[in-house]
């Protein structure tokens, strides 16, 4: 072979060695990385699932406030009913109504018991306390906190709407109820007063501008109807803050049934001997509009005569129950001293949750201890009228704000001579002594 023909072999040799070299690089280099990434990947899965259970909640059955403090809270009355807003036996009755809806079934690890999700809750409604704040008192994760106080508050409305704040009433219910505004409020024919209020909530997460009302401030409206013990008889929860309070009654279940009809109010009839026939009516503000099943007071105060002062007296003072089963729900439930801090979803629970609550103390309230002694506005011997220690609570700041005018000025020339014969009669045979010096 020639010298040529060995040069070329040769080079052909070491081009060969070349290539397998470099594809050996090529195969370490691969393998290397593949060993990094899956190294990587190894760290992020141990540091995301570092435990099951964060340490600190691990002790949730010795030094959780359920565990640990609630035992000894049980044996002092008046710290127990501070603490929930209500007593040992209503706290067991209410668990006996909702409770069984509470059990969650288990494979692994047992679930937090019924009571114990009632209880935080309950915390949570009364203080108003951040949901960070109840997971350090309750030793609980802050979102298994944040998901047992919306299924609480679902449970509730649930289970305990349809025992205190029954979807339909009938004639005996109404009449029921304007009695007792004829013999507390001396406004026969009443069969309910009426408001509505801004409930101040988080900016929503994506929700535009159907939420922001025109106080600046995102909100979702609480419009409700109440008799003359502080019960509420109807409500509606939900409407955009946005909407312009002008279409929220309007534009309501609430008032869309009453337009039409449906509330199976006793037809009218006269309340006193000789009287004119005379519909059952809803009382309300300068907000509403004059109906002819919704009262409202003569506009202008210095344009009234005396006759239209005393019907607006006598209307305000009907009135003013719905003014004071809302400052109830300020002041016994702090979760309505700020703007509520949640999702709207659960925004809407907690307001649902807290309206059965209230009206279910009312009725099962033997001892009175629900409402304080100075909360409401009440009238002295002389006549004098005094306000409630709840008004202090909604100037200093509460999620309550007041809606502005529902409707325009006009109104049906019939709603026009209902209101004249409820005035004529307040100052002729409903006229009372005391009225005059007011």
Known sequence: MSAKMKIHEWLQCIHIINEQNAEADRRDKLLGSLALLLARKKKRINKKKRFWVAPILKKRCEYGFYHALLPTLKLEDLSFHNYFRMSTTQLEELLAIVGPHMEKQYVVREPIGAAERLTLTLRFLAAGDSMSSMMYQYLIGLTTVSNIIATTCKTIWEHL???????????????????????????PHCI????????????????????YNYKHSHSIVLLAICDANYVFRFVDIGAYG?????????????????????????????????????????????????????????????????????????????RRVIENSFGILASQWRIYRKPIISSVETAMKIVQATICIHNWLRKSDIENSYILPNMLDRETAEGDHMQGSWRMI???????????????????????LIRDEFCKYFNNEGSVAWQNDQ
């Not at 025992?163 to 013999?183: N, S, T």
């Not at 037809?267 to 000789?274: C, Q, T, V």
């Not at 700041?397 to 409707?407: D, L, P, T």
Request: glycine content about 8%.
């Open 242 to 318: 946005r909407r312009s309070d002008g279409g929220i009654f309007r534009e309501s279940r609430m008032g869309q049934q009453l337009d039409a009809g449906k509330m199976n109010i006793p037809k009218s009839d006269s309340f006193y001997k000789g009287g004119p026939s005379l519909p059952y009516c809803i009382v309300g503000d300068e907000a509403f509009p004059l109906k002819s099943y919704l009262l409202r007071p003569f506009s202008g105060k210095n344009n009234l005569s005396a006759e239209q002062h005393i019907y607006n007296y006598r209307l305000s003072r009907a």
């Open 394 to 416: 909604i100037e200093n700041g509460c999620a309550f704000g007041n809606i502005s005018k529902c409707s325009t000025n006009t109104s049906t020339q019939d709603a026009m």
């Open 192 to 211: 309910g007063a009426i408001d509505g209020k801004h409930v101040t909530i988080q900016c929503p997460d994506n929700a535009g501008s159907n939420f």
């Open 161 to 187: 709407c349809p025992l205190v704040l029954p979807p339909r009433l009938f004639e005996d219910d109404w009449r029921r109820i304007a009695e007792d505004f004829e013999d507390i409020w001396d406004f």
